[in-house]
């Protein structure tokens, strides 16, 4: 079953904050989250696991709630560049290496 | 140059005509696998391997298959496609060995249409 994924679309100007969600109906071992940009494959921004180890790019937050197998990514002051369609996805079991995305989040910044 | 390469990147097709997308990666990873993306429905996965000769199903794995007899290799073998296959598929792979600790690279996709 596919993660959740809130909200579906959202627009900001340049220098607003942003947070998309990913809920999950089922419990969690890790959270991954991709942004693609039009026309382009996926390209990674951070991995989340149970038990608070994180792994990513240093200007990208989020947050794992294990207990509610709910993440959260935060994008702070945003710029042009992040445009494009966030995904989310989660693997259920360690070892299990089975990665189910959610439905995505288009994210539009304008000037 | 590290990449994931996928060939052929556009194809146009008929129902049932037996066709492969190969797969391709120079970074020495055990971990590979296959999504296609449709309009509303994100990225599923369709099959996934491990190592060589190692590979479990994903979400979507009907209308499928798949081998990994070399490390760098992973072909996506549709036998008779069908028009609910025309998507938009991308191949990735990860350095993981076990659990998906790592980010995954993702080639530039194929774009499938069976006709």
């Known amino acids: 079953q596919q993660p959740v994924q809130s909200p579906q679309a959202v627009i900001l100007r340049e220098g607003e904050d942003a947070v998309i969600n990913c809920s999950s109906s089922?419990?969690?071992?890790?959270v991954h989250w991709y942004r693609q940009k039009h026309g382009e494959a996926p390209v990674f921004l951070m991995i989340l696991l149970k038990g608070g180890e994180q792994k990513g790019h240093e200007k990208i937050s989020a947050s794992f709630n294990e207990k509610k197998q709910q993440s959260s990514l935060y994008l702070t002051a945003s710029q042009l560049s992040y445009s494009g369609t966030y995904f989310c996805g989660t693997e259920k079991n360690f070892g299990n290496e089975k990665l189910t995305f959610g439905t995505g989040t288009r994210l539009t910044i304008i000037p | 140059e590290a990449q994931v390469t996928q060939n052929p990147r556009y194809l146009i097709t008929v129902t049932g005509k037996k066709l492969t997308v190969t797969c391709s990666q120079n970074?020495?990873?055990?971990?590979m696998s296959w999504y296609r993306q449709d309009p509303g429905l994100g990225l599923r996965q369709i099959y996934y391997?491990?190592?060589?000769?190692?590979?479990d199903k994903g979400d979507v794995p009907e209308g499928y298959k798949v081998s990994r007899k070399e490390k760098r290799n992973f072909p996506l073998i549709l036998e008779s496609p069908s028009p609910n296959q025309t998507s938009l598929y991308f191949c990735?792979?990860?350095?993981?060995?076990?659990?998906?600790?790592?980010?995954?690279?993702f080639g530039p996709g194929t774009r499938l249409t069976v006709l």
């Open positions: 990735a792979s990860s350095p993981t060995t076990a659990g998906l600790y790592n980010e995954q690279f």
């Open positions: 970074m020495n990873h055990e971990y």
């Open positions: 391997s491990m190592n060589v000769e190692v590979t």
């Open positions: 089922k419990a969690l071992y890790s």
